[in-house]
Each structure stands twice: as C-alpha cells, then as structure tokens.
C-alpha cells in the first residue's frame, strides 16, 4: 500500500456501483439457515436501491442484529433447492481507501474497552500460537500504521493466492506454514500477527470492485480485508491486494470469517451455484 495522502472526495469524484448475488444451496430435509449477505448498515445511507434479499421458493425471513453489529436474518430453508437473491445500487465516494501513516497504535490499557475483544486469539486467528513469530518478524518496524502496513507487506509477499488452495476451516497458522490461499486467508494471518503486536484488528467482508483496476480481473467473489484500530478509530488494510482500492462496500464485520459466514446451515446444505457481482 503506498504511504501517499489521498485528497478529500470532491463530488465529481461519485461513482454508483450495482452490486449483487444469487446464490442456491440444496438441503436435503428443511434446515434452519442464518444468512448474513446485505450491505453493512453503515452504508445504509449510500444505498440508493435496497438490496432487499429475495428467496425462491419464497419463505419467510426474521432480522436480527448480532452480537458485532451485524445485520442478520434468519430462515427454515425447505427440503430441496433454495434460492438466494439481491440486487442493489450504492452510491460510492469513487475514492481509495485513506492512507494515514502518522497514527499511532494506543498502549493496551488505553485502548476502549469493547475493542480489546479483538486482541485476543480466535478461532481462525491462532494469535497465541504466532507470537513469538510475529516479534521476531515486527519487533523492529515502526510503530502505529508502519507496523499495520509491515505486516500486510510481510503476508503479501509470504502467501501466494490460489483459489484452489483453500479451505473453510484453514487458520491463519496453516496458510503461514503452506504459503498459499485466498484472500481470507491472507487476512486471518494479518490479523493474528496485529493482535500479537497488541494492535487490535477485526475481519471485515463485502463487496470489491475493480474500478481503476487494469485487466485481466478474476472473477467476481466476495472480498476480506480488515480493520485495524489505530489512534481513535479503525481504518481499512487488505494484505491480498495491498493498495488503496476504490468501491469497498461493507457486509459484516467480526473477530474472523467464523462470525461473517454469508450463509450458515443448521444440517447438512450443498452449495449448487455461486455468482457476485460488483459494477
């Protein structure tokens, strides 16, 4: 990511940006079913068309938030295909993501309370199994942003991306010692090496376009990055493509990809076919 100041978004900078999915998963008997696949309530006030979730066959659908702020909704998905739908427009700065090398990290017992959740270990981010890693690789960057970016240029150049080199249940200590993944594995790495730094970070999931990428672009997916807390807030790094991006558009957020799944089952589902897109 490069250390250069981004101006401030002038309106002529605006781009809207459609984005969407469909998505079918086969159950073989009815199966309780959480999904969480709408844009991040944060960026409510940018949707210009709601990306209101459509189901075929249609069935009825609870919302709740949980426990990290997320927009959820519940469903019994029935015995068969079931079908997962939306579309919406969101209206977008069309500016990268800020680079703001001059914050600094906060000593721990200065940190807010409800963000030292996301110092500790988790499920996907092995941070008390990389420690003594992470200090021999960090001990010597800069302190603040410096650091943050350190470790995204560290797994950047460690871990090289292969769709084919997954899986649901790789951790951020596997994908260091196999040196291949996807974007969220490159991202659970980050994060534990932040937490082991005593730099709280939190996964983050949603849309990422391809505005102002040159081609080829690969196939459209749903993106991970992460947030690390730094000075009075948390600020947007992504260790898989390394550079300020435009069009970033929040799902969910949480302590790994086990809080954000799209889409979790409660009995045994088969996803049949997958499309995003982000334009």
């Known amino acids: 990511?490069?250390?250069?100041?981004?101006?401030?978004?002038?309106?002529?900078?605006?781009?809207?940006?459609?984005?969407?999915?469909?998505?079918?998963?086969?159950?073989?008997?009815?199966?309780?079913?959480?999904?969480?696949?709408?844009v991040?309530?944060?960026?409510?006030?940018d949707l210009l068309e709601p990306d209101t979730l459509q189901t075929t066959p249609e069935v009825p659908l609870r919302s709740y938030?949980?426990?990290f702020g997320n927009h959820c909704q519940r469903l019994l998905a029935p015995a068969g295909v079931l079908r997962l739908q939306a579309r919406g427009l969101v209206a977008d700065s069309g500016r990268p993501d800020p680079v703001l090398p001059e914050?600094?990290?906060?000593?721990?017992?200065?940190?807010?309370?409800?963000?030292?959740?996301?110092?500790?270990?988790?499920?996907?981010?092995?941070?008390?199994?990389?420690?003594?890693?992470?200090?021999?690789?960090?001990?010597e960057t800069p302190t603040g942003w410096g650091r943050v970016q350190a470790i995204c240029d560290a797994v950047h150049r460690h871990v090289r991306f292969d769709y084919s080199r997954t899986s649901?249940?790789?951790s951020a200590l596997t994908t260091y010692q196999t040196q291949e993944g996807v974007c969220r594995d490159f991202t659970h790495l980050a994060i534990a090496f932040c937490r082991c730094m005593n730099i709280p970070a939190r996964y983050c999931t949603g849309y990422?376009?391809?505005?102002?990428v040159p081609p080829p672009h690969s196939a459209m997916d749903f993106a991970a990055w992460f947030e690390a807390y730094l000075g009075d807030g948390w600020h947007v790094f992504d260790p898989r493509n390394n550079s300020p991006r435009i069009g970033r558009i929040l799902i969910a957020r949480g302590r790994d990809a086990a809080d954000v799944a799209l889409t979790t089952s409660f009995g045994p589902s088969?996803?049949?076919?997958?499309?995003v897109w982000t334009a």
């Open 1 to 38: 990511m490069d250390s250069q100041h981004h101006p401030a978004p002038s309106p002529s900078d605006a781009v809207e940006i459609r984005v969407g999915f469909d998505l079918e998963l086969r159950c073989p008997q009815p199966t309780p079913m959480i999904v969480t696949l709408g």
């Open 40 to 45: 991040h309530a944060s960026r409510a006030a």
């Open 65 to 67: 938030v949980d426990s």
């Open 103 to 139: 914050l600094q990290q906060r000593p721990v017992d200065e940190l807010p309370d409800e963000v030292l959740l996301f110092l500790l270990s988790s499920r996907y981010c092995e941070s008390d199994l990389l420690t003594d890693l992470a200090w021999s690789l960090f001990a």
């Open 168 to 170: 649901p249940t790789k």
């Open 208 to 212: 990422l376009s391809d505005i102002g």
């Open 270 to 275: 088969t996803l049949e076919s997958f499309q």
